[in-house]
């Protein structure tokens, strides 16, 4: 059965980091684009990155939203079949539920996209808050 599972989420202190971490099941994970999403409340589900997909030992090219660049970094893990969300300078507003997702295409080839209609399958998210 195709599953992703996101982990890792939790309650940070502003400033601080936290490591999400998205593990596929029954396919190969790291050979798709996989995206990052979060939904806060009273908001709609945002991007928050993405990294492409093409062929084992592929290490990925992310692109992130603007609000998440230079604070986020996704990466990709043949071995353990997973793409990593590392999280830093938290604020209060990242607080928010966190999606990954994989489209459609096996080794799609460099580019990833940050638009929520590009992917079809989703993990039941992580919760991560924000706080003082």
């Known amino acids: 059965q195709v599953q992703l599972v996101e982990s890792g989420g939790g309650s940070v202190q502003p400033g601080g980091s936290l490591t999400l971490t998205c593990t596929g099941t029954g396919f190969h994970l790291p050979y798709y684009r996989v995206g990052w999403f979060r939904k806060a409340p009273g908001k709609e589900r945002e991007a928050v990155g993405c990294i492409d997909g093409d062929g084992r030992s592929y290490r990925g090219v992310p692109l992130y939203s603007d609000s998440t660049q230079s604070r986020f970094t996704i990466s990709k893990d043949y071995t353990d079949n997973t793409v990593r969300l590392q999280m830093s300078l938290l604020r209060p507003e990242d607080s928010a539920v966190y999606y990954c997702?994989?489209?459609?295409?096996?080794?799609?080839?460099?580019?990833?996209?940050?638009?929520?209609?590009?992917?079809?399958?989703w993990g039941q998210g992580t919760q991560v808050t924000v706080a003082s």
């Open positions: 997702a994989k489209d459609l295409v096996l080794n799609a080839g460099p580019g990833c996209y940050l638009k929520i209609q590009k992917y079809d399958r």
